[in-house]
């Protein structure tokens, strides 16, 4: 924020462990898919000398996007870890995709930062300023999170930085406008016939210099004449900004009565104002010139970062309990305080294994530490229980992450982020502490998968490494939710969207070497009786010995919704003997469980048994409940079989303007909107009940629909009757071999 140069460290890619947390900046870029946050990172990695060269993302040959999946995608789609050193502090850059499929990615880059820089381009429109960017802040802005906005792509044809500025201000400056400023206003060169005109420098309003890069190297020189009237209309705005976050509140009344303000005096206000997460500074970026050793702007924001951004000792620690729930004073960021730490991310390495990036809160992790290993025992939605697993594990071998690469380190200090090598059993979510008091770190939410994706094993050699791909899918991405549909017999993924079914699908074939299929999901559909039916069920055969002899007569009468199969005996006389009455029930309740019309278990009636035969020798237990079995059977050819489908309780969150579509669209689904109300920001809860049928696919069809501004939840209401020309289609569907329902 000085404008002045820094020699660069060169330790290319090795960066050493911190001493201390003072010396940490942890930082997260967040921004929507095409924004530059990778190319970013590339060019703030080349200023700080940690690369020799800057690698291009088309190219697939950048440090962040070192996975095959991104390299085939050419976009990121995990969160990365380049840690450079720039005034002697080790600044962590956290690359997150933008993709709203990955926001598990860029929710557990939150939890590691300390502050954010959020990367917007200048050649997207204000839609581009995507949901998840702006949910992405609102949770920064609760938390108090210091934020600073990165302008990129200005050297793209028909881009305006003022623009994009007043764009942020108005998505991200909420009720204070004044709070979204400027530190730096670009230089552009000459206008070519194409629109494009060339980033060539800065301006410094501030410093009142120009940073000029045209030549390839960084020069500063005063302003052109022409220059000085935006400069100054500019300046005096960013000073007012800047004066109305100071603590002295005498400040503003000296500028006011036109005393001109020392600049050190505005600096020290300015990085005070951004620590706290009270003022937001916009610069902006652009990557090196071929054979330039540092981008434009990218001296800036690595002096931002150090100075204007808090270190971990100033950031609110997470909260803390016992692992049986009871709650604990919270971590201080001390290295000789005792552990806490907490597994941010999980990945598996084809030679080393699994992979676990921690984010050390309190004390000091070091290899071969004996700590205790907790898991939240929470699903991605942070409510449903799963068993809690707890263990006593060595720490292996700690690393610093660099693409590809591993630099082997001493020591993790508090504030700090370090890889651990087989870390036993390790889920992402999990808490590292000491054996002897372990506590567990309070999980960050994130969004419920809603999207499911039915899998089988491609092959017989697939099926036995099926479940242990996908367990371990499911271990380091918490925002997919495994499940084994015991009604549809289906193993079900449930993921954000198609692009995070494709990467996952990708994964168990590149990782873990598993083939699989994927098959049309199945909505868990009932069946029930439409009315009152009769039927006889009669097992008789002789064929030489022992034979088998079973008669019953049963009646069948529907029940109201959610009544269950009830069994009710009503022989008079003996005609079934008492021992066989339970073998008529187990009959017809495996019968009722196989289903009558359409394979679906039958639910909601009474079945009575009225009389039957039975034979003194060749009755048995097998042929009554066979017996039972048929009499249900013809009752059910005695009457209409009604198909019943789940019916879920669906809550769409959008923007005002969406809510007629979003409405029109549900009730196209045979949707019953059951109410609206009116949320924060400009936005309405729209409150329905839908088929459950006719929201497999709703994830990816509301994000079309609002432009990725939406959001819904969905929860199971109740089982009720389907349309006859729908339960019709479903029918065929199966009659055909269709996958269907």
């Known amino acids: 924020m000085g404008d002045k140069a820094h020699a660069h460290p060169g330790a290319a890619g090795g960066v050493p462990a911190a001493g201390h947390p003072s010396a940490v900046r942890n930082v997260v870029l967040v921004g929507p898919s095409g924004s530059g946050k990778t190319t970013l990172v590339e060019a703030l990695a080349l200023t700080a000398g940690a690369v020799n060269r800057a690698g291009r993302v088309e190219d697939g040959a950048t440090v962040s996007d070192y996975d095959e999946i991104e390299q085939r995608r050419r976009r990121s789609v995990q969160l990365s870890l380049v840690p450079v050193a720039w005034d002697g502090c080790r600044i962590n850059l956290l690359d997150t995709p933008g993709y709203a499929d990955f926001v598990g990615e860029l929710r557990a880059g939150l939890r590691a930062a300390d502050a954010a820089l959020f990367v917007v381009s200048a050649a997207q429109d204000a839609a581009s300023v995507a949901a998840t960017t702006r949910a992405a802040w609102e949770e920064c802005a609760l938390a108090g999170t210091p934020r600073a906005i990165v302008v990129t792509h200005l050297d793209t044809a028909r881009t305006s930085f003022d623009d994009m500025t007043r764009i942020c201000a108005e998505a991200f400056g909420g009720e204070d406008p004044d709070a979204v400023l400027p530190l730096y206003l670009p230089v552009l060169g000459p206008e070519g016939a194409d629109g494009h005109a060339p980033l060539t420098g800065l301006t410094g309003l501030l410093s009142r210099r120009i940073l000029d890069y045209s030549s390839g190297e960084r020069a500063e020189r005063p302003p052109a004449p022409d220059q000085e009237e935006p400069l100054r209309a500019a300046r005096d705005r960013l000073i007012e900004g800047i004066i109305a976050e100071s603590e002295d509140e005498s400040l503003m009344d000296r500028y006011l009565d036109g005393e001109d303000i020392d600049v050190a005096t ?26 330039a050793r540092q981008g434009i702007g990218t001296v800036e924001l690595l002096e931002l970062i150090t100075r204007g951004f808090p270190t971990p000792l100033e950031r609110t620690p997470p909260v803390v309990t016992t692992p049986s729930g009871k709650p604990r004073p919270a971590p201080v960021c001390d290295p000789d305080g005792p552990l806490v730490a907490e597994v941010v991310k999980t990945a598996s390495d084809p030679y080393v294994g699994r992979v676990s990036l921690v984010r050390v809160f309190s004390g000091t992790l070091r290899p071969d530490d004996a700590v205790h290993l907790c898991g939240h025992g929470l699903d991605a939605t942070g409510h449903a229980p799963r068993p809690c697993h707890e263990a006593e594990i060595r720490v292996g071998a700690l690393t610093s992450p660099f693409g590809r690469r591993q630099h082997a380190l001493d020591r993790c200090v508090a504030g700090d982020l370090a890889c651990v090598a087989r870390l036993g059993e390790a889920e992402t979510g999990d808490t590292l502490s000491p054996v002897d008091d372990p506590v567990l770190i309070e999980p960050w939410s994130t969004p419920d998968p809603l999207l499911p994706l039915a899998v089988r094993a491609h092959g017989k050699a697939d099926e036995d490494k099926l479940s242990q791909g996908l367990a371990r899918l499911v271990a380091e991405d918490p925002t997919l939710r495994l499940e084994q549909n015991p009604d549809t017999g289906q193993v079900v993924l449930w993921c954000l969207g198609e692009a995070h079914q494709e990467v996952a699908l990708e994964r168990l074939r590149s990782r873990y070497g598993v083939q699989v299929d994927a098959e049309p999901h199945r909505v868990p559909l009932r069946e029930t009786f439409a009315g009152p039916a009769a039927g006889r069920g009669r097992h008789v055969k002789q064929s030489g010995g022992h034979g088998q002899f079973a008669i019953c007569e049963i009646e069948v009468e529907p029940l109201p919704p959610g009544s269950g199969i009830e069994f009710v005996d009503k022989v008079v006389g003996g005609a079934v003997p008492r021992q066989f009455v339970p073998s008529v029930e187990k009959g017809v309740r495996a019968q009722a469980a196989r289903g009558l019309a359409a394979g679906h278990p039958l639910v909601d009636v009474r079945v009575t048994l009225l009389d039957g035969k039975a034979h003194s020798v060749d009755s048995s237990d097998a042929a009554f409940q066979t017996a039972g079995a048929l009499a249900l059977r013809e009752a059910a050819s005695e009457t209409r079989i009604q198909l019943l489908e789940p019916v879920c309780e669906v809550s769409v969150l959008v923007p005002d303007d969406y809510v ?54 969905r929860a199971y209401a109740r089982h009720e009757a389907m349309p006859q020309q729908v339960a019709d289609r479903v029918r065929a569907e199966r009659a055909d071999g269709s996958p269907g329902a």
Not at 271 to 276: L, S
Not at 278 to 284: E, G, I, K, N
């Open 660 to 713: 007629g579509p979003v409405m029109s669209d549900l009730s196209g689904r045979r949707g019953r909107v059951v109410g609206t109300e009116q949320s924060p920001g400009g936005r309405t809860l729209v409150r329905a009940e839908v088929p459950e049928i006719e929201v497999g696919r709703y994830a990816v069809d509301l994000r079309s629909l609002s432009h990725g501004t939406g959001r819904f939840d």
């Open 266 to 291: 505005l600096i020290a206000d300015l990085e005070r104002a951004v620590a706290r997460g009270s003022f937001h500074p916009v610069l902006t970026a652009a990557p090196a010139a071929e054979g």
